[in-house]
């Protein structure tokens, strides 16, 4: 999540073409692909999403162990996605069937293509996902958001959640630092009993940081509304890529 945070911050201020682009255009870009994802039939189209975000992501300057160990996760669900529709779908005609404790499991060849198409629909959904996330700024996200209406509380809750996350698992490092100093992982039973504490200590400090901030933002005038940049107009660059992502969606649509 830190490298992350850290990317987002340091592209957007470079103005890289990926990331300067309007948030609004990346929003009903996102909404149309993972709309493309989810009807478009098949492996085909899903897995062709997953790879064209994959080389987006490249092209903004994001690098490929990044990508790729975000989606360990998706690749786990998806997995896990395909073995239980082996099993549990049972149409077509049956490939193979092997022993399994007191069970005759068989694998049909419908169970095989529908684990295959959820599979495939994780990824390409989750890809689209993440190169929306690593290249668009907070900031431009929540303008964009407000400009389709969000509710003010939901936007003011992101910015307010995403701000002081890193602060918490930052603090959560350096408690976990200082109880390592002091041998407080030397064992499983040091371990609990220093987990424990840690949580006690941050959820404390939690706390403590909220009421300080709240105290701090009234001080500087806030009356329960955040107030933020209204996004202007939308620049020919932002135009012209709306133009050809709406192209590569529809080609891949039909490609199904």
Known sequence: MSGAHSFIDAQGESRRLLVALDGRIKLFLLSAALMVNLTAGGV?????????????????????????????????????????????FREGEAIFTFPFLFWEMTVYSGGVAR?????????????????????TPLPELMRAARWFRCPPVLVELALIMYRYVFLLLDEGGRIRTAQKARLGFVDSRSALRSSGILGGMLILRTFDRAERSFAAMRCRGYQGALTGITPGKLQTKDWGALVVGLGVLVVLFLMH
């Open 44 to 88: 085909r189209v899903s897995l062709l999403l997953a790879l064209l975000a994959f080389a987006l992501v490249l092209g903004a300057g994001v690098r490929a162990a990044a990508f790729l160990k975000r989606m360990a996760i998706p690749v786990l669900l998806a997995l896990v996605a395909l073995a239980t529709q082996l099993f549990w």
């Open 115 to 135: 684990g295959m198409e959820i599979a495939s629909r994780i990824l390409g959904g989750m890809a689209t996902l993440l190169f929306f996330a690593l290249t």
